[in-house]
């Protein structure tokens, strides 16, 4: 997990929303002031969601929402650890 992971997370748990890699780039570097760009979005989205922390629900579209796992994550209720063990 990164801080751009952390980032990614809370933003998509603050507005409970189902965005796209780009739309959540725009946001965050114009309205709260990160500087993450759009590759890195892209890929770790496609982590987080492999790690069941985000859930692609728009194939085509490719719109973004955080799971129950990823709110648990970021309530301290799943560590970083238990994620990089069951991805092994």
Do not use: W
Not at 1 to 21: H, K, N, V
Not at 24 to 47: A, C, D, F, G, Q
């Amino acid at each position: 997990m990164t801080d751009s992971d952390d980032t990614l997370l809370e933003f998509l748990s603050e507005y409970e929303l189902a965005l796209s890699p780009r739309v959540i780039e725009y946001n965050l570097n114009t309205r709260h002031k990160s500087s993450i760009s759009y590759s890195t979005v892209n890929r770790r989205l496609k982590l987080l969601r492999e790690a069941e922390l985000v859930e692609k629900e728009y194939e085509e579209g490719g719109f973004y929402a955080i799971t129950n796992r990823g709110h648990a994550y970021l309530k301290g209720e799943l560590d970083a650890d238990e994620l990089e063990q069951s991805d092994q």
